[in-house]
């Protein structure tokens, strides 16, 4: 049995980094993914989906130091399902990805870059 998956694709925000009670650090990040379709009409449509990303010590220090929001990258790790109470004690449920390697693709663009390729593109 194997619980792996692949992720390719935006960051949509900046890294947040957190410390355990045992000085632990955790960043969690959003990553989103799109996927293209025809719906009923053969009309092709894309579709956004977002993704709870959890990075632990070195991974996590790496990706909270080097990670900037709209930058490519891609998340390999596993699938972690998540059940709690809320507080008015309705049980609620979680997934996430705890990243065990994050490979940088390609940094976010600037806005220095947006305008230049307004000028030139």
Request: overall charge positive; hydrophobic content about 35%.
């Amino acid at each position: 049995m194997k619980n792996m998956v692949t992720l390719v694709g935006f960051v949509g925000n900046a890294p947040e980094t957190r410390k355990t009670r045992g000085d632990s650090a955790i960043t969690s990040l959003s990553l989103a993914t799109n996927r293209s379709f025809r719906d009923g009409a053969g009309e092709r449509k894309n579709e956004t989906e977002w993704h709870r990303i959890t990075c632990f010590n070195g991974v996590g220090k790496t990706v909270a130091e080097h990670v900037t929001k709209g930058a490519m990258v891609m998340v390999t790790g596993r699938l972690h399902y998540s059940r709690w109470q809320d507080k008015n004690g309705a049980e609620r449920f979680g997934c996430e990805v705890i990243a065990e390697r994050v490979d940088f693709l390609a940094k976010a663009k600037t806005q220095a870059d947006n305008r230049q390729g307004q000028l030139f593109g």
